[in-house]
C-alpha cells in the first residue's frame, strides 16, 4: 500500500546522520554574543514605550487642534455675544463694525459669501461634472492620464493668483461686455473661484462614477442603449450621492476662499444679487480687519473671531454632510 | 494591536520532564486551540517536537498548518483577531506566557516563509539585519560569511554583496532569506512551504540545505507535497480538517513508520491519495 | 448592410428615433469635451496672462531689493527670504509630527472609538478654510504664546494646516510597503519600532518625502492665514531669524495687486511668476521622487 513512498523514504535513509547527544550539542557554533542582559531587555522596552507614545502625541495633535480652533472661536466670541446679542448678529442686515455708529448684522457678509459662492458653483459643477464625466466615460486611458495632472495644475495655483487674474483679467473682459460692472464684483471672483475649484468637483465626481459597477454598465448597453442613454439613465444616477458629496464639498470650499474675493470682490458689505456689484464676503472682512489698525482686544477686532466660528460652523456641517453621502455611495458598492 | 488573549497554564504544570531531567522535545503544544475571529482554527493540538530533527507538516489545505507553524514563533498575534489558548513550550518555558517577550523568542525561533521575502537592501544587509536588531556587536563580515555558507549561497554571491537582495533568482532569494534567519543563530527554523514558489533545481537545492542543516538546528517544515516531507523529514505530523472545521492533529510519528505503517485510517487515506 | 436592413421592414419603425439619439449622443460628446477643454483653456489664459504682463519685470534687480514706494525701485527681497524662513520652520515642525502620526495610525493603532476619532478629525481638519487656521494661530501662538506676529507664528499655523496633508500622504506611502516585509523583520526578532524604522520607513521615504514636498508646496502659495496672523505687508529690512517679523511672497503679491497704480500691478504679476516658478520646482522634484521610487519598487 505505501510502496509508493519506497524511494523517498530510501533517500532519507542514505543520508548519514549525526543523531543529536552530547557530543553534537558541544559541537553547536557557539552561539552569538548578543546583548541578551535583563538592563538590555529592560532598555529595549523602555525605548519600545517611549516611540509608543511620542508617536501617539504625534496623532493626537489633530485632536488638539481642532479642540484648539473651537476654544480660540469660542472664547473671543462668547465674549463678543456678551456685547452683541446673538439674535441682532445673526438676523441685522447692516454690517457696520468699523464705523461710527456701530451695527453688527452678519447677514450682509452671509449674503456676500453665498451669491459669491453660487456664482461658482454655477460654473463649477456642470463644467466639472461633464469633464468628469468626459474622463471616466469617454476618454481613452492615455488622454486621461495626460488631461488629469493639468487639471490638477488648476488646483495648485495658489489663491492669490486667482485673485490677480479676476482682477486683472476677467474684470476689464465683464466690463467692456457690460459696462456699468464694478471694478470689485461678484461675477469675476465667483467665475475665477468656480476655475479654481473646478478640479476638485471633477475629481470626486469622476470617483464617484468610477465606482458605478460595470455590469450596470454593461446591461444597459446590451440592451442597445446608446452611451449617452448609459451615462444619462445608469452612471450618474449610480453615482448621484458622491456627485452630491462634491457639489457640497465645492459649496464649503467656495464659502472658505478668501483671497480671490478680498483682492476682486471688494470690502463693502451689502444685501442682495447683483453680480456686477462689489459685495464683502465673510472671509473678506476678516482680511480686511487684519490687514488695518483695528485695536486687538476692542469689540470691532472680536468681530473677526464671530464671523470665523460662523464660517467654522457652516464648513464643517457641509463637509460631514459630504462625508456621510461619500460613505453612502462607498457602502452601496464596496 | 497584540489583543491576543492568552489563556496559557504555567509551563511547569504542562512540560513533564523525563526521567533523565530532561525534556526530550524541544517544543511541545498542549491543548492548543486557535481562532481567527470566530473562526475556529485549531483545536486541541498535542504535538512534540525533537531537537535536531526535521519535522514535516503535511495535510489537506485548510487544516491550519501554516497557523500552527506560526503559533511557534508568535507571529499569529500580529493579526488582530487572533486568539490563542492552551499553551506551547519551548525550552520548559510556555512561550505565551505573560513575562515572555514575543520578540525574545522570534530571535530564537527562526522563519522562512513561502514566498522569498528579502528587504529591498544589498545581500550583506539583508544577513547583517538580524543580528543588527539583536544589538550585535561583533565582526559582521564574519557573520555574514558565515550565514550564507551555511544557506549554500555564498560561493554564488560573495563578489557582489552589495548587490539588492531582489536582484537574484527566486531560488537564491529563498536561501538568502534562510541565510537571514540563521544569521541570528535561531535554535529552531520554520520553514512555510519554502519552496512552494520555486522550480524544481532550485527545490532540491533548498532540500539538500534542509538536509545539512538538520545537524545543527531543529526544522519544523509546512509542506503541501508529502514526497517532499517523505524525501527530507525525519518525523511527520499529519494534520487534517475535524468535523467541526477547525483543524486537528491526527497523528506524528517517525516519517518512516507515518509513510509505511500509519496507524489512523485518516493518515493512511490520505497518504494513499484517497482523500486530499 | 443597408439593403439588409430595408429587407427587414421593422427597422423602419426605428430609424426617425435613432438619427434623434445619436444626435443627442454627439451633442453631449461635444458638451462634455468643450468643458474639458474650458479648464485647459482657463489655465493656458491665466498662465499666458500673467507671463506677458509680468515676466519682464523678472530680474536680479527684482529679487534683490527691498519693497519701495516707487515702483521702479521695488523689489521682492524681503519676501522672498520671509518665505524661505517661514517655509524652513513649518518643515520642521510639521514633518516630524505627520510621518510620526502617519506611522502611529498605520502601524501602531488599535482599531478603537479613540481611534477613529483621530481619524475623524484629521478627515474634518483637511476641509476647515485656512482663513480660520489663521485665527486659531492669531489667537494661540501670537497671543497666547504672546510670540508676537513673528516667523516662528506663522510657521507653527501653517504647519497646522498642511499636517493633514502630510498625513494622508504618508500613510498611502507605508500602507504601500508589502506585510510580507514586516513579517520578515518580526521573524528575525526585531521590535515593532526597529521593523518600522529599517524595514517600513525606507521603503515608503519615497511616497512620503513626495507628499511632505507637495504639502510644503501649498504652504508656499498660502495668503489668508498669514494676513490673519499678522505677518505685515511692507517689509524693508532681512529677517534673521524664527523671532523676527517678516512678510511672504504671496503677501507681497496681494499688497501690489491692492494698489491703484497699474506700474505695482505689473509688480504683482512679476511676484507671481516668481511664485509659480518656485511651485513648478518644488512640483518637479515631487513627481520625479514618485518617478525614482516606482522603478525602485520594480
Known sequence: MVSQWRDALNNVKSVPRAHPTADAAASEPAGLDFARSRRDSLRRKFVERSVHAVLFLCALISVLTTTGIVITLLGETIQFFGEVPIVDFLTGTRWTPLFASKSFGVLPLVNGTIVVALVAIVVAVPIGLLTAIFLSEFAPARLRSMVKPVLEVLAGIPTVVYGYFALQFVTPILRDIFPQTQIFNVASAGIVMGFMILPMMASISEDALRAVPRDLREGAFALGATRFEVVSRVVVPGALSGILAAVILSISRAIGETMIVAIAAGLQPQMGFDLLRSMETMTAYIVQVSLGDTPQGGIEFRTIFAVGTLLFVMTLVMNLLSDLLVRRYREAYE | ?276 | MSAQADAVPAANVWRPSQARRRWSGWLFYGLAVVSTLMGLVMLGALLFDIFTDGVREVDWHFLSNYPSRIADNAGLRSALLGSLWMLAFTAIIAFPLGVGAAIYLEEYAPDNWLTRFIQLNIANLAGVPSIVYGLLGLGLFVRWLELGRVVLAGSMTMALLILPLIIVASREAIRAVPDSLREGSYALGATRWQMVRQTVLPSAAGGILTGTILALARAIGETAPLITIGALTYVAFDPNGPLDIFTVLPIQIFNWVSLPQKEFHSLAAGGIVVLLVVLLTANSLAVYLRYRMQRRLQ
Open chain 2, 1 to 276: 494591536m497584540i489583543n491576543l488573549r492568552i489563556d496559557a497554564q504555567p509551563a511547569d504544570a504542562v512540560a513533564t520532564p523525563s526521567e533523565n531531567g530532561q525534556t526530550d522535545a524541544i517544543l511541545m503544544t498542549r491543548s492548543l486551540n486557535f481562532w481567527y475571529g470566530s473562526a475556529y482554527v485549531l483545536e486541541n493540538v498535542n504535538c512534540d517536537v525533537r531537537p535536531r530533527e526535521v519535522t514535516a507538516i503535511i495535510g489537506p489545505s485548510g487544516c491550519g498548518k501554516s497557523t500552527f507553524l506560526r503559533c511557534f514563533n508568535r507571529m499569529n498575534e500580529l493579526i488582530p483577531t487572533a486568539r490563542l489558548e492552551g499553551s506551547v513550550v519551548f525550552r520548559n518555558r510556555d512561550i505565551y506566557d505573560r513575562a515572555v517577550d514575543p520578540v525574545e523568542v522570534r530571535r530564537q525561533v527562526g522563519m522562512v516563509f513561502q514566498k522569498p521575502n528579502p528587504f529591498p537592501k544589498s545581500i550583506y544587509e539583508n544577513v547583517a539585519y538580524g543580528p543588527r536588531v539583536n544589538g550585535y556587536k561583533g565582526d559582521m563580515d564574519e557573520i555574514v560569511e558565515t550565514s550564507l555558507k551555511r544557506a549554500a549561497l555564498w560561493d554564488e554571491v560573495k563578489d557582489d554583496l552589495k548587490k539588492s537582495g531582489l536582484a537574484l533568482s527566486g531560488g537564491q532569494q529563498q536561501r538568502l532569506c534562510i541565510a537571514r534567519a540563521l544569521a541570528v543563530q535561531p535554535d529552531v527554523l520554520l520553514m512555510d512551504e519554502p519552496c512552494s514558489a520555486l522550480d524544481p533545481i532550485a527545490t532540491t537545492r533548498i532540500e539538500d540545505l534542509i538536509r545539512e542543516l538538520r545537524e545543527q538546528l531543529t526544522i519544523i517544515i509546512v509542506t503541501h507535497n508529502m514526497q517532499q516531507a517523505a524525501r527530507i523529514s525525519d518525523r511527520t505530523a499529519f494534520f487534517t480538517v475535524a468535523e467541526s472545521g477547525a483543524g486537528v492533529l491526527v497523528e506524528v510519528n517517525d516519517t518512516q513508520k507515518l509513510f509505511t505503517t500509519p496507524t489512523d485510517p485518516r493518515t493512511e487515506a490520505y497518504i494513499t491519495g484517497r482523500f486530499g
